[in-house]
């Protein structure tokens, strides 16, 4: 049986826990049979972390973040995640592609999750307002996602979440549609953002430049089934400038590290399609 | 080499073209022009005798009978009921219709429960069923609005049902994610998500509602456009026929017009694509 249970502060062993993952397996019912999907993951995710999970596609690192997400379930194993102070969500998610309403405007877009928690108009108009603001959007509020660039709504996107407070942001690939010029951008608007509240990010990415540019930490998972390879510390200080960055050496040489450690898991990943496809 | 000389003047005469009425009112006056047209050629065919008057009048003669009936206030006495009648058969089978038809969408228990008695009555012809609601009914109003109703209820839910499954999955996750309740998911996600293939919905079952309120107003009514049609076969007057004829298919170009419109405006993130 999962065990599923929201701790307030006080009761976690370790205040500064914020998420706390303990053999945590999810195994999908096929036609072919169970598909483990993951494999005994443990984790400690620390308060304000920008924790990133990087993988080879398949590896299940979408599946635990829909997991936390309360999308899907768990099959076995705990997941423990601090309770938000009151009135605030535990998380809010972006999603990986196009996610927004296309019947909605940017505003109503953005204003989602508020609107959905019947928050005062006030509060709405001054937040919303407020990460519009802060991601270039204000002059097209009235627009719809159609009428946006790829990039412009998926800026949006991560508007709907901020503008929501919630304790946990989850991240699915946010990026990984957009083009090298877009995604660098974003990648320097989102870690402003985040510098002003510093909320508990949980980001998946399959770029290994990504994981290095924002996060704190860094695991990386192996091939099917998902499991927890290596944890990887990054030292670089905050407020980070992504152009600056990527110009010092040791950042370099942590993406080489971190790819030695993924090369191996890309490669197995490969050969299960392949054996797959045949 | 002569290219290079014919190609500039090609370039202005396009341009010069795409100055014209563009290609929305070009359709628009399409709706005018082509029913314009055919009335046309058949003035012309009555005229010279190619076909015959008693049963094709001549437009202008149609024409002449319905200035006398909306002179007397006969036309508009009529129309007005069948009016009435669609206006509450729409209403009573149509939200029914469309809350259903949604619902259904949402959620699959529902779905598999209601669909098959669904596709089991939505081919009976719904004329076939109108001794039976006049039996039930009786010879007043609701029997005509019970008719319409169930004629637009099955094009409405399905339409409705349809357009909640073609909502792309993802939005269902992020309503989900932000806290909507079932009824925000039902509101925010579900409805506006149908509300194009609704809308076709609603256009076939305002059209299929013109057709029955016809029919049932042939029996047993003693006012209404299909009243006045039956009323003309009885006394020979084949032009009151026509005269009923062209107005339900004015009221039906303006009911497809008017809905363009709405829909123009409920659904502004589909027009302007």
Redesign the interface.
């Known amino acids: 049986m999962s065990t599923s249970t929201l701790t307030s502060a006080q009761d976690a062993s370790d205040a500064n826990v914020k998420i706390r993952i303990r053999d945590l397996t999810k195994v999908f019912q096929t036609k072919s049979g169970p598909f483990v999907a993951l494999d005994t993951i443990n984790l400690d995710i620390p308060t304000g972390c920008f924790f990133m999970i990087v993988g080879p596609s398949g590896c299940g690192k979408t599946t635990l973040l829909r997991i936390l ?3 899907e379930d768990h099959s076995t194993g705990s997941l423990e995640i601090t309770a938000p102070a009151a009135g605030r ?1 535990s ?3 972006v ?1 990986q ?3 927004l ?4 405007t940017v505003w109503e877009n953005a204003a ?2 508020l609107t ?2 019947g928050r005062p108009k006030s509060e709405i108009k001054e937040v919303v307002g407020h990460y519009l603001a802060r991601t270039g959007l204000s002059r097209f509020h009235d627009s ?4 946006l660039s790829g990039g412009m709504r998926q800026r949006v996107s991560i508007a ?1 979440a901020f503008a ?1 407070d919630p304790d946990i942001l989850l991240m699915d690939e946010p990026f990984s549609a957009l083009d090298e010029q877009n995604k660098v951008l974003l990648q320097e608007e989102l870690l402003r953002i985040w510098e002003e509240t510093r909320k508990t990010v949980m980001f998946i990415t399959h770029s290994v430049d990504e994981a290095v540019t924002l996060g704190d930490r860094i695991m990386i998972m192996t091939a099917h089934p998902g499991r927890a390879k290596v944890m990887v510390d990054v030292p670089f200080e905050r407020p980070r400038r992504v152009l600056e960055l990527r110009a010092q050496p040791e950042y370099g040489e942590l993406v080489y590290n971190i790819w030695g450690h993924l090369r191996d898991e890309v490669q197995r990943a490969r050969a299960q399609d392949e054996g797959r496809a045949s | 080499m002569t290219n290079a000389v014919e190609n500039p003047v090609k370039t202005q005469a396009f341009i010069k073209r795409r100055r014209g009425l563009s290609r929305d009112s070009v359709e628009r006056l399409m709706n005018i022009v082509s029913p314009v047209g055919l009335l046309l050629i058949w003035e012309v065919c009555a005229r010279t005798g190619i076909i015959d008057v008693r049963f094709f009048p001549a437009p202008s003669k149609v024409f002449q009978v319905m200035y006398s009936l909306i002179e007397n206030g006969q036309l508009v006495k009529h129309s007005w009921s069948s009016l009435q009648r669609l206006w509450w058969g729409i209403l009573f089978g149509g939200i029914p219709a469309l809350i259903l038809g949604v619902a259904m969408g949402m959620y699959r228990g529902l779905r598999v429960v209601v669909e098959p008695v669904i596709a089991a009555t939505y081919p009976i012809p719904k004329s076939a069923i109108l001794p039976l609601i006049l039996l039930i009914f009786g010879l007043g109003e609701a029997s005509k609005i019970v008719m319409v109703a169930t004629g637009v209820f099955y094009p409405i839910l399905i339409n409705a049902m349809a357009g909640v499954l073609e909502i792309n999955k ?2 269902f ?9 079932r009824w ?1 998911v039902f509101r ?2 579900a409805l ?2 149908a ?1 194009p293939l609704i809308m076709t919905g609603v256009k076939l079952g305002v059209g299929l509602g013109l057709v029955l309120i016809s029919i049932a107003e042939m029996v047993g009514a003693k006012s209404g456009l299909g009243y006045m049609i039956w009323n003309a076969w009885e006394i020979l007057s084949v032009e009151t026929m026509y005269v009923g004829l062209i107005t339900i298919a004015v009221l039906g170009l303006l009911f497809t017009l008017a809905l363009n419109e709405i829909e123009r405006l409920i ?3 589909k027009s ?2």
């Open positions: 997400a309360g999308l969500p998380n809010s998610m999603f592609g196009d996610s309403f296309p019947w909605m989602y999750g959905m928690r719809y996602p159609h009428q709907r929501n | 993802i939005y996750d992020v309503s989900r994610n932000f806290g909507a309740s925000q925010t996600v506006p998500g509300l659904v502004p993130w302007s694509r």
